[in-house]
Structure formats: structure tokens, C-alpha cells
């Protein structure tokens, strides 16, 4: 398992959400973002690799970028995000960051889990 995680859940329909593709970006000051991994969610609707293994995290902003567009698209769905970045702060790269996903087609939320 990499140190940054994530866990999809479509709230609207109380289920897991499976085949999410989940982009892992770093901040490079004055240059942008670069992918560090991408993996789409397994059917728990978790992505559990998006760190390369022998890659290390260092401290700096990172986000998660979730490609929901396509999800709900497979599933007739209207929504109104196409996808969702959620940027947050790795200050301790010692430390496990779980950052789950709450969905429905029309809102989301997310938190630190653990």
C-alpha cells in the first residue's frame, strides 16, 4: 500500500465505486503539476497503488484528480462535475494519507481518513 490512498464511495446509490481512474499530482513551484502515479478504483471502489513502488513522498501539496465523468457516464447518469481535484498538504511523509471521496452526481465531500 503507498502512503496517499484513496476510497470511493457513490453515495447515491449506498455503494463502492468501481473503475474511477485516480490521477496522483505534486505541486512542482513554477512548473505546474506532475503525475506522480494513476490507478482507476478496484471494486471496493479503492485505489490502494497510486505511489510506485520505491517512489518516495516528500513534503509538499499533492491532489488527487477523479475522472467521475466517465463513471457516470457508464452508468446514464447526468452529473454536474466532470471530475474532481482535491488538493491537500503532505507535511509528514512518514504518515499514511487517506483521502476518501464522497459521491453523488450533483455534490461530493471528502476528509482525512486514516
Do not use: C
Amino acid at each position: 500500500m503507498s502512503g496517499i490512498t484513496t476510497h470511493v464511495l457513490d453515495v447515491s446509490i449506498g455503494a463502492p465505486a468501481a473503475g474511477i481512474t485516480v490521477a496522483l499530482e505534486r505541486q512542482k513551484p513554477n512548473v505546474g503539476w506532475e503525475e506522480v502515479g494513476i490507478q482507476a478504483t478496484d471494486g471496493d471502489g479503492r485505489a490502494r497503488e497510486l505511489v510506485v513502488d520505491g517512489q518516495a513522498i516528500t513534503p509538499g501539496v499533492y491532489r488527487l484528480k477523479f475522472d467521475v465523468r466517465a463513471y457516470f457516464e457508464e452508468k446514464n447518469v447526468a452529473a454536474f462535475y466532470p471530475d474532481i481535484a482535491i488538493a491537500f498538504v503532505v507535511a509528514d511523509p512518514s504518515q499514511h494519507y487517506h483521502v476518501p471521496l464522497l459521491l453523488s452526481p450533483f455534490g461530493y465531500t471528502t476528509y482525512r481518513g486514516s
